[in-house]
């Protein structure tokens, strides 16, 4: 079993900055391909970004690419998703993902096994 713990949501102003992270317990956290998702009340959860094990490929959503960079840290088991330009569409909570099986496209929330309790993240215009 893994847990994973996000931190770092809170209020900010449109075009302003958050980092969120999400700290993974266990050995393997190398081996997963990490994942970011927001949800609004009322919607499905939507894919923001992953990223590959070793940190070398990223995969963005049309609506953050540019404005957001997810990155990791094998060595402290921790993912990041540094946000930018931030917009009051943004708002939602976000949550961190793991997927054990790497098959399967890394923007469907079917594919991950594991998830945070997410944080909100919430951008006044």
């Known amino acids: 079993q893994v847990q994973l713990v996000e931190s770092g949501g809170g209020l900010v102003q449109a075009g302003g900055s958050l980092r969120l992270s999400c700290a993974a317990s266990?050995?393997?956290?190398?081996?997963?391909?990490m994942g970011w998702f927001r949800q609004v009340p009322g919607k499905e959860r939507e894919f923001v970004a992953a990223?590959?094990?070793?940190?070398?490929?990223?995969y963005y959503a049309d609506s953050v690419k540019g404005r957001f960079t997810i990155f990791r840290d094998n060595a402290k088991n921790t993912v990041y998703v540094q946000m930018g330009s931030l917009k009051p569409e943004d708002t939602a909570v976000y949550y961190c993902a793991a997927a054990v099986l790497l098959s399967g496209s890394y923007d469907r929330p079917g594919n991950y096994d594991y998830w945070g309790q997410g944080t909100q993240v919430t951008v006044s215009s």
């Open positions: 266990g050995r393997y956290f190398s081996s997963y391909r």
């Open positions: 990223i590959s094990r070793n940190g070398g490929v990223t």
